[in-house]
């Protein structure tokens, strides 16, 4: 297609009639213009930087594949994958690097996290090298349960990369591809971390872990800095494999087995027990080896029914852990049928109690002489019943999950 150019657009516009085909015009022009800048991308590419509007993320359920990890010696596959801002970075990107460290990470597993702060160390040490390092998120949240987010405060979703990103501080591009996985495919990660190296060529040298020993502080990338340091003195790698440790990478036909365990879960009973002001008092006492949260509201209770189901969900993430859940309806007696109802709505399978006495103000001050009497009210304690997180009203979710997954009960690596 020939661009017109301007005294050719100012005939057709006086020929055709004025602002009608002045409008035609422009967006052609407009869309020629983003047909040049979109190249070969996708079509959720070219809005995410034609436009300038935000990547917005759409996972895919993907057929079922064979997935092989790159050969020694194989080129690096092409990629163009959104970052945390939005922005699109390609493997061309990195030309200039002498090395590319291409590094297989996530945000929900207790292995990539331990390997954290040795990655941003080593990101540090060598960005003066010509060494650049770059990071791709390769799961599908279709394929990660509840129950594996345990050692986290957030899921593999683009959005909690950002998060993640921030929070820690990295140092190096954090590349989503959780969408179809697949540039992931291409490079074969068993687990996450997992690590390759490529050589001024783009010719894979080294492909595994980063060092032997998974817990922080017990090593600093020993295995990827002696690689990286044969390449870039003109070696070859003297130990060029070695086998990556750590979670499986979620693959999106995984979605198989999230959705049984989900319908397992779905399908466990829900129980609704009486509590009476004693009853409280020891849920509170928390006399058991757990970090214990609870939770006081009401089915009447608007902001209680939109935050109750993120209750369930926190407990599916920790309940494996040193860790529980407990519910305590302010509901009337007389309503415990309506209670148990949406109880049972919410697959709430664990420990519900409703209130048995109507005298609401003994349950105020038995709980904490400091609440307010609204709903709802949410308490963390520790064991012996120590309370360190007290929230009236709607909690921040984040906030409270780092308190959990940051206790000295639970942690974020094994």
């Known amino acids: 297609m020939t661009t017109m150019n301007k005294n050719s657009s100012e005939k057709y516009v006086l020929k055709y009639g004025g602002k009608i085909a002045l409008i035609c015009i422009t967006a052609l022009l407009l869309i020629t213009s983003a047909c040049k800048q979109s190249g070969n991308r996708n079509l959720s590419d070219m809005s995410a930087d034609s436009t300038g509007a935000k990547f917005i993320p759409n996972p895919q359920i993907v057929e079922k594949q064979d997935v092989k990890t790159l050969e020694i010696g194989a080129q690096a596959p092409e990629f163009s994958l959104p970052d945390v801002n939005g922005d699109f970075i390609s493997l061309d990107d990195f030309s200039d690097a002498e090395v590319l460290v291409i590094l297989f990470i996530c945000n929900h597993c207790p292995t990539a996290q331990a390997y954290e702060d040795r990655i941003i160390s080593f990101t540090d040490d060598y960005k003066n090298k010509n060494v650049s390092v770059v990071a791709i998120m ?26 993640r990103y921030k929070y820690k501080g990295y140092n190096f591009p954090y590349l989503y591809d959780g969408d179809n996985e697949a540039v992931s495919i291409q490079y074969g990660p068993v687990a996450t971390p997992h690590a390759f190296v490529f050589d001024k060529d783009r010719k894979l040298q080294y ?45 999106s036909w995984k979605s198989e087995w ?4 989900n319908s397992d879960w779905n399908a466990q009973e829900v129980t609704l027990q009486d509590a ?10 928390n006399n058991t080896e757990k970090l214990r949260l609870v939770n006081i509201w009401a089915t ?3 902001p209680c029914v939109i935050e109750y189901p993120e209750f369930v969900n926190i407990h599916r993430m920790y309940y494996n852990r040193d860790f529980e859940f407990v519910s305590i309806s302010a509901d009337k007696p007389e309503q415990k049928e309506k209670t148990l109802k949406f109880l049972q709505e919410k697959h709430s399978a664990l420990q519900n109690y409703i209130y048995s006495k109507e005298d609401k103000y003994e349950l105020i001050e038995a709980v904490d002489p400091e609440w307010g009497g609204a709903l709802p009210y949410t308490l963390l304690i520790e064991p012996g019943g120590n309370i360190i997180y007290k ?8 906030e409270l999950k780092r308190k959990i997954v940051e206790h000295k009960l639970i942690g974020r690596v094994y």
């Open 258 to 261: 999230t959705d049984k365990v």
């Open 300 to 302: 009447w209770c608007a």
């Open 276 to 285: 009476d002001i004693n009853k409280v008092k020891d849920i509170l006492a």
């Open 207 to 251: 492909v595994g872990r980063l060092d032997a020993s998974e817990k922080p502080g017990t090593a600093n990338a020993e295995d990827l800095r002696n690689a990286v340091d044969e390449i870039l003195s003109g070696k070859p790698v003297t130990t060029p494999v070695n086998k990556a440790f750590g979670c499986s990478v979620k693959w």
């Open 391 to 398: 929230n009236q009203g709607i909690v921040d979710l984040l």
């Open 138 to 163: 390769p799961n599908s949240n279709a394929g990660l349960l509840l129950e594996e987010c345990g050692y986290s405060d957030l899921d593999d979703s683009y959005e909690a990369m950002g998060i």
